[in-house]
């Protein structure tokens, strides 16, 4: 196995370890990433007009998507802690599908690693919050495909999933 497809987070020995990001550059990286809610119809027409007893969910999908951003090291083992300058997290109705909510978290920083994780945290939590939002009137919704849609900046360069 060449030393590009070693795992990063594992010594020698097998056991984990944080990676050291001391000789990196230090480049603006950012990452977005995708999560979907499926529900029904009712709910995204429920969801469009604030009609949920508990609130406004996707406002408040959206800032737990933003507080997740910066929690990213502290709920995920041997991630570093980054100065994150910006997150923004995107809430579209019937998207991709009817009857679902795409959620598109993008995180900014410049540092010497990159943001992928908190990327996918902020919309890892902001899925979980609009499905503990809605679940009173669909238990039956699903949290369907999280993934890294983009990320840009540091020594691989820019990678695209679209």
Do not use: F
Request: charged share 20%; glycine share 8%; hydrophobic share 45%.
């Amino acid at each position: 196995m060449s030393e590009s497809e070693k795992l990063t987070h594992v010594r020698g020995d097998g056991s984990a370890a944080m990676v050291d990001v001391s000789s990196k550059p230090v480049t603006a990286r950012t990452a977005a990433a995708v999560a979907t809610v499926v529900t029904t119809p009712e709910v995204i027409s429920l969801l469009a007009e604030n009609g949920l007893a508990k609130g406004d969910a996707l406002s408040t999908a959206r800032i737990a998507g933003i507080m997740a951003a910066k929690k990213t090291p502290e709920l995920v083992p041997l991630c570093h802690p980054l100065p994150i300058s910006k997150v923004t997290v995107d809430l579209q109705l019937d998207a991709p599908q009817p009857g679902s909510v795409q959620i598109t978290a993008e995180v900014r920083t410049t540092g010497q690693t990159g943001v992928e994780m908190e990327a996918l945290t902020a919309a890892s939590v902001a899925a979980l919050t609009l499905y503990d939002m809605i679940k009173g009137v669909d238990r039956a919704a699903v949290i369907a495909e999280t993934k890294v849609i983009t990320k840009s900046g540091g020594v691989s360069g820019d990678w695209s999933r679209l």
